[in-house]
């Protein structure tokens, strides 16, 4: 038996017991980095970065599916909480609780620590011309942002016509009425079960 083997079988109930669905340790600490990068670019929230985050466990790494990733996001959207709990279900499905970890710590930390600091700046200086001018840019920035994560959820079913139709559907009810975007959620819901949506 080599070393590598022998330390393998040793950590084997260890991995199990952490549900890491056959990532090593090298794979966590990538699935960490890309999280905190994605971190600094979480302009508008977490759910901004939803497409490279598709883009590289999905494509890229191969850890989840379309419709995993869908169905994860999907989920978390629907139930009482906070919006980022997407990031856990995400990471809870690609290794287990050392995923779930590996992502939460990702996206919260660097950006949690930014705005910390960049708080403490902008009470000492809020009337710089280069800070106003910043805050305001970031606005279409998280604007684009939130329409390509719409455009990437879409993706398992945008080829139905339905899908289409239920997305119109949305963004005019949206616009134009004070409903609550539940109900648009339930209407959702109901056109999948009768298999409206592809």
Known sequence: MSADAGI???LAPTLAMLGLHGLGWGQLLQLLGHF???SMLAVGGAITTAPDMQRYLVHQQGWLSDAQFTASVAIAQ??????????ALVGLNVAGLAGLLA??????????????????????RRDAIALRAFTAGLTPLTLGLLVSTGWVLLAPTRAHWGSAVLVLLTVVVM???????LWLIALGAVAGMLGLTG
């Open 8 to 10: 393998t079988a040793t």
């Open 36 to 38: 905190m990068l994605l």
């Open 78 to 87: 629907s139930a009482p909480g906070p919006n980022i709990l997407f990031v």
């Open 103 to 124: 992502t939460m710590v990702g996206i919260l930390l660097p950006s949690s620590l930014l705005a910390w600091g960049v708080g403490r700046l902008r009470r000492q």
């Open 175 to 181: 616009l134009r009425t004070k409903l609550s975007p």
